[in-house]
């Protein structure tokens, strides 16, 4: 962690008592990641009904040369979010078919993350240098290397954007942007809206597994705040729920409470009424017109958008304006 253990205890305890204090209650999803939490996201990435991260790792795949093909110079690519890089080797080794040394520059809050994803990669991808920085994207500056006039790619995949609203992932790319120049470019991960060819009921799955994994990774949340904060909620009375909210086209995730009760955290007490819900997460999902829209407000314009053929998920490569 960027982080004292202390300053982040201090953020946990800040985020619980004001989002449980405020109507309706809520906690910020990045509450979800401590070492259990992030274990449990590698599990849903795998679950039969998450299609999200064999999808677009499919569209990656089938279109990582033609992200590369076109470059007249060197390339480095910037990573938002990498976490632990599990797709980006794709386009790494495209890269390295381009050209023979390709500077890496994956950017994540969790230093462990990164080690890993840079032992991986030394051992797996040669002609990869890895430059990794530990900041927190959102709320810390960070730096961007740019060796000899190359162009930057940066990506943002995974559908991370899709935990923001529209402001946030506004703020997010527009602060992006400030880092490129004209002739850089972004690769933009999105899962798709519901529609002509993806149902409510796909969504909704992908959010509430039959095996309960995703269950458990929301309500991991309250397990931390019991270990961290000494609260004392009672796992068995409170239920994960996914919902779809077509007005603002994102998937929530919510607690729900089984019953009227009271739970106590770092000596206060919250009052619950049956049927009451903590906001967790949302997950927001585009059409292709709305990703275009959200890109070309920060300077971006698409060159390319690609799917599956389910059309479930988007991969967008777009041209810094
Ligand atoms: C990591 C934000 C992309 O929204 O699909 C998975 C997190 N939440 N299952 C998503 C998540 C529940 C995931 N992102």
Do not use: C
């Amino acid at each position: 962690m960027t982080e004292a253990p202390e300053a982040l205890l201090e953020a946990v305890l800040h985020e619980a008592l004001s989002g449980l204090a405020s109507n309706p209650k809520t906690l910020s999803p990045w509450l979800f990641y401590d070492e259990l939490g992030s274990r449990l996201f590698e599990q849903i990435t795998a679950l039969p009904e998450y299609y999200l991260t064999r999808v677009e790792r499919s569209i990656l795949a089938a279109h990582a040369d033609e992200i590369f093909r076109d470059g007249t110079s060197a390339v480095t690519i910037a990573e938002l979010g990498a976490g632990t890089a599990a797709k980006t080797g794709l386009l790494l080794e495209a890269a390295t078919r381009f050209q023979s040394e390709v500077l890496y520059q994956p950017i994540d809050v969790s230093p462990t993350a990164l080690e890993e994803a840079a032992t991986a990669i030394a051992a797996n991808i040669p002609g990869v240098a890895v430059q990794p920085r530990v900041a927190n994207y959102i709320t810390e500056p960070f730096e961007l290397e740019r060796p000899d006039g190359s162009r930057i790619l940066s990506l943002y995949i995974g559908s991370s954007i899709g935990n923001f609203t529209p402001k946030e992932a506004t703020a997010i790319l527009h602060n992006l942007r400030e880092h490129l120049q004209p002739g850089d470019s972004l690769l933009l991960g999105t899962d798709m809206a519901p529609g002509a060819h993806k149902s409510v009921a796909k969504l909704l799955a992908a959010y509430d597994d039959a095996a309960g994994v995703t269950a458990a990774f929301n309500k991991n949340i309250l397990t931390r705040l019991n270990r961290e904060l000494d609260a004392n909620f009672d796992l068995d009375a409170f239920a994960h729920r996914a919902r779809w909210n077509a007005e603002a086209s994102r998937i929530e995730m919510h607690l729900e409470s089984l019953a009227a009760q009271t739970v106590s955290l770092a000596g206060k007490r919250i009052r619950f009424a049956q049927g009451e819900t903590i906001h967790t997460e949302n997950s927001y999902k585009f059409t292709d017109a709305a990703v275009t829209d959200l890109l070309a407000s920060v300077g971006f314009e698409p060159v390319h958008i690609w799917h599956d053929d389910n059309r479930y998920f988007a991969v967008t490569l777009a041209r810094a304006v």
